[in-house]
Structures are given as structure tokens and as C-alpha cells.
């Protein structure tokens, strides 16, 4: 036997209605919802490229050319033989070799081209200096007190500079 239930009417036509959609007054909420966050993103990514616009050509970038012969520099041995291998470039087997050398267009800390940097140069001074007054150049052959080394980068966009960065370098007592 087959039994049929009976339903209103009225009851199965108000729960498919509300399952059918949402109320003009909640579309207009996720409208206001998704327009801010689109308005609050766009503000964010354009106020991040004009700050990239600042770094892309100023001292940040340049202490950042400079940090790689900084760290280029801490990866070669203090003293070189004739005999060793060229590790950054033509001439350069140890950390003095870095000395009066122009990197052009710059190069990275493993002696790779920095392409995003073509029209950059990377500059190298080495000073041997009194530790006791640092402003005092010294010839490490004749000096008879305490010595400091300073490693000088100095970065150029062209005839440019646009920074200068040193770091006081000592070596290694532990054997590599």
C-alpha cells in the first residue's frame, strides 16, 4: 500500500525561498566588503612600489653590491700563494689581490654578474691601519705595533658614487 503525505503548501515554497538567494541588503554588505578590500590592497601595492622605486636606486642597493665583495672577501684566504688558484676573478687568489680592483659591472659574492645592476661598479680599497689611531695608514712591512685591516667598497652608478661601506677584517685564527 502506498501512502502520500500531505504537505502545505505555504511551508515548502518559504524554505525554498530561502534557500534560493540572499536579500538585496546583504548583497549590498558583500559589495561594500569586496570593494574595500580591493581599494585597501591597491593602496598597499602602490604605496610598496614607490618604496622599491626609493631602494632600486640608493643606498640600500649599494650597501647591498658592497656586502657581496664584503662576504666575497670573507670566503678568500688571508694570504695566497703563486701557485693557488684565481678565486674572484682574474688576479684575485686572496684577500689583498681585492685591492685597488673595479668590478664592473658588478659582481655577486660567488664572482657572478649582478645583471640587475648593469651601469653599477664596485670599487675596492684595502688599508692597513694603526689599531691604536685607525686613521693612520700603515706599510704592515715597517709597523712594528698592532694592525687593523679595512675593507672599502665604494659603489658608483657611473662616475656616480652613491655609497661607501668598510668593515674592520682580522684573520682567522681557525685553520680552514
Not at 604605496?47 to 670566503?75: C, D, K, R
Not at 676573478?89 to 664572482?111: I, M, Q, T
Not at 715597517?142 to 661601506?165: A, N, R
Request: hydrophobic content about 40%.
Amino acid at each position: 500500500m502506498i501512502r502520500h503525505q500531505r504537505t502545505s503548501r505555504g511551508r515548502g515554497s518559504a524554505a525554498r525561498r530561502r534557500v534560493a538567494g540572499a536579500s538585496f541588503a546583504e548583497l549590498m554588505l558583500a559589495t561594500i566588503v569586496v570593494g574595500s578590500a580591493v581599494v585597501a590592497s591597491t593602496a598597499s601595492l602602490r604605496g610598496s612600489t614607490e618604496v622599491y622605486h626609493y631602494f632600486a636606486e640608493g643606498p640600500h642597493e649599494a650597501l647591498m653590491l658592497a656586502q657581496e665583495i664584503h662576504e666575497a672577501a670573507l670566503l678568500l684566504p688571508w694570504e695566497a700563494e703563486e701557485a693557488d688558484p684565481e678565486l674572484f676573478g682574474a688576479g684575485v687568489k686572496g684577500l689583498f689581490d681585492l685591492d685597488d680592483k673595479e668590478f664592473s659591472p658588478p659582481r655577486s659574492a660567488e664572482y657572478e654578474v649582478v645583471i640587475s645592476h648593469i651601469g653599477w661598479s664596485q670599487e675596492v680599497d684595502i688599508k692597513i691601519v694603526d689599531l691604536e689611531d685607525p686613521s693612520i695608514e700603515v706599510d704592515p712591512e715597517t709597523f712594528e705595533g698592532e694592525t687593523l685591516t679595512e675593507l672599502e667598497v665604494t659603489i658608483k652608478i657611473g662616475d656616480d658614487v652613491v655609497g661607501t661601506h668598510s668593515w674592520w677584517m682580522s684573520e682567522s685564527e681557525v685553520e680552514v
